[in-house]
């Protein structure tokens, strides 16, 4: 099975990350880099890597640059795993994907996450499990507020390994990205009818219960506070980002 995949990440200054990421994806025969003109060491880092094959586009939105990496940049093989620099292939996830034997029907493959904070792993997270294996001309790239989904054509299996999500990169710049991820989430809430938003969107689009139901529900029903300063962290970048997320929502009530 391994044979039939092609690892596929987008980066942009990923210098912090990407080494890790493509350390465990040696076993792939080819691993194909779609890079945001990264100024940084990413690409130096990358080129340190036989396997990887490496491909510039400036950044549109997520949807398109996901759509470009799978479909226009020479990939051949039947399955595509689709990659964050900041995912790590474990060696338990790499051997359960060695031994599959996907039937005729199956479209793809759903994996669950470990979050990390500076390499410790918390015990849960907010972190979905998603459908990051599956079978190339299967699945179609949507703009989703800040980033994208992938809507899949037919079954998904889950599997019972698990992907590690452990990004090393500064507060400085995980602030500044939450401000642009934060405008374009207040954009999908307010121009959304309410019926189409899940239940956690409709919390946030209240202006004011968001930062405190996730406060809640990370620290008491995931059991973070028992996971000390990793998790005490962790609680605080969402709070903090769903209070980001309430002043673009506020600052747009003022400005109509």
């Not at 990370?218 to 209070?243: E, M, P």
Request: net charge neutral; hydrophobic share 40%.
């Amino acid at each position: 099975m391994l044979a039939d995949i092609t690892p596929v990440i987008l980066t942009y200054n990923e210098a912090a990350n990407i080494g890790r990421s493509l350390e465990r994806l040696t076993w792939a025969k080819e691993v194909v880099l779609v890079d945001s003109n990264s100024t940084d060491d990413t690409l130096a880092i990358a080129g340190r890597f036989p396997n990887v094959r490496t491909v510039q586009r400036s950044f549109d939105t997520h949807a398109q640059q996901w759509r470009f990496a799978v479909e226009d940049t020479g990939i051949t093989s039947d399955w595509v795993l689709r990659l964050d620099a900041d995912y790590m292939v474990e060696p338990a996830l790499r051997d359960e994907i060695a031994g599959l034997t996907p039937a005729a029907g199956t479209a793809a493959y759903e994996i669950a996450f470990t979050y990390c904070i500076d390499g410790r792993p918390l015990r849960a997270s907010l972190y979905p499990a998603l459908p990051v294996l599956f079978r190339r001309g299967r699945g179609r790239f949507v703009q989703d507020g800040h980033t994208e989904k992938l809507s899949i054509d037919g079954p998904i299996v889950k599997l019972t390994g698990r992907l590690l999500h452990d990004d090393r990169k500064s507060l400085e710049r995980w602030l500044q990205s939450q401000s642009r991820y934060q405008a374009q989430e207040a954009e999908k809430l307010t121009t959304r009818p309410w019926s189409e938003l899940s239940w956690p969107d409709r919390l946030r689009r209240t202006r004011f219960l968001g930062p405190i139901a996730v406060a809640v529900h990370c620290l008491f029903v995931k059991g973070l506070i028992f996971d000390g300063a990793a998790g005490l962290l962790y609680t605080a970048q969402r709070v903090t980002a769903d209070l980001i997320l309430s002043m673009h929502l506020l600052r747009r009530d003022l400005n109509r």
